[in-house]
């Protein structure tokens, strides 16, 4: 954690590391790690709670645990904009991270992959890479999506790309 700012810092070490080195073709291997991961994602919400600052939830769309689904959102100019989140645990986990998805971002950012994949290959993977297996899901939203959020959304806003629900209601009424 050297060279990171004392927020950050922080953060992370109030998220469980992982431990379970299984992904979903490991069978029991793979329960446990889920267990692991559940408690990680638990820590890291009430955290964010505790300290007002809740942004996400998420949940396993499937008892496979290996896809998932939610909602995450930013606050900008004090306006609350919210995303859909998805994404599928790789076959190949937890030597690859998941690529996390806004489809409702999809084609309005040059940081992004087709199907609203955020990009997380220059500043993200290797980190993760270098921690395999101790990240988990909490770590990618914890280091991947928190700071593309903050890097992007405001871009979005401010050149128009995306819009507040509300504006976006109160011009649908004109």
């Known amino acids: 954690m050297e060279g990171w700012d004392p927020t950050t810092k922080s953060t992370l070490t109030q998220i469980p590391l992982l431990s379970v080195k299984a992904g979903p073709r490991d069978g029991g291997a793979w329960t446990q790690r889920l267990k692991e991961e559940y408690k990680a994602l638990i820590a890291y919400t009430s955290m964010n709670k505790s300290n007002d600052n809740d942004w996400f939830r998420i949940s396993a769309a499937n008892p496979e ?7 995450c959102w930013y606050v900008h100019n004090l306006l609350k904009y919210e995303f859909d989140l998805q994404f599928d645990i790789p076959v190949t986990y937890p030597a690859t991270a998941p690529e996390l998805e806004l ?3 999809d ?3 040059q940081k992004m992959y087709r199907g609203g994949k955020i990009c997380l290959t220059v500043h993200f993977k290797p980190l993760w890479a270098k921690n395999c297996p101790r990240f988990g899901i909490a770590h990618a939203l914890c280091l991947g999506l928190a700071p593309w959020l903050a890097a992007e959304i405001p871009i979005l806003v401010d050149s ?5 629900k509300d504006d976006a209601a109160s011009s649908n009424e004109s």
């Open 65 to 71: 645990g290996t896809r998932w689904t939610g909602k």
């Open 103 to 105: 489809p409702q971002l």
């Open 107 to 109: 084609g309005k950012t």
């Open 160 to 164: 128009g790309m995306i819009k507040h």
